[in-house]
Nanobody
Framework: EVQLVESGGDQVQAGGSLRLSCAAD?????????????MAWFRQAPGKEREAVAA??????????SDSVKERFAISRHNANAKNTVYLQMNSLKPEDTAMYYC?????????????????WGRGTQVTVSS
């Protein structure tokens, strides 16, 4: 069974930085040839819908960013010992970035911004940005 475990959430001041990590246990994507294996970060603030933040295709390394985080966030991936880890470097944080951040993984992801494309989800890590 695939398990996604997020870490790195914290409370920071506006303008600060955080680095989120997501470790994927139980599935070695590098062992497969699917070019659309994808891992992503979504977020959900209280009273708001879940939104895609960033995504990365594990094979080719193509990335996706929402307009609200472009130029501020960077997603990357690392594969070692049959475990994939995805990072989200968040810079120039704003109060509106405050949310629960979730890691997601999917095998056949056509549109990385769509949550239903992902089969596996983590429990989330809280990011709070104060002004």
């Amino acid at each position: 069974e695939v398990q996604l475990v997020e870490s790195g959430g914290d409370q920071v001041q506006a303008g600060g930085s955080l680095r989120l990590s997501c470790a994927a246990d139980g599935y070695d994507y590098s062992a497969h040839t699917y070019s659309n294996n994808c891992m992503a970060w979504f977020r959900q603030a209280p009273g708001k819908e879940r939104e895609a933040v960033a995504a990365i295709y594990l094979g080719p390394g193509n990335t996706y960013y929402s307009d609200s985080v472009k130029e501020r966030f960077a997603i990357s991936r690392h594969n070692a010992n049959a475990k994939n880890t995805v990072y989200l470097q968040m810079n120039s944080l704003k109060p509106e970035d405050t949310a629960m951040y979730y890691c997601a993984a999917g095998v056949y992801v056509a549109d990385p911004s769509v949550g239903s494309e992902y089969s596996y989800w983590g429990r989330g890590t809280q990011v709070t940005v104060s002004s």
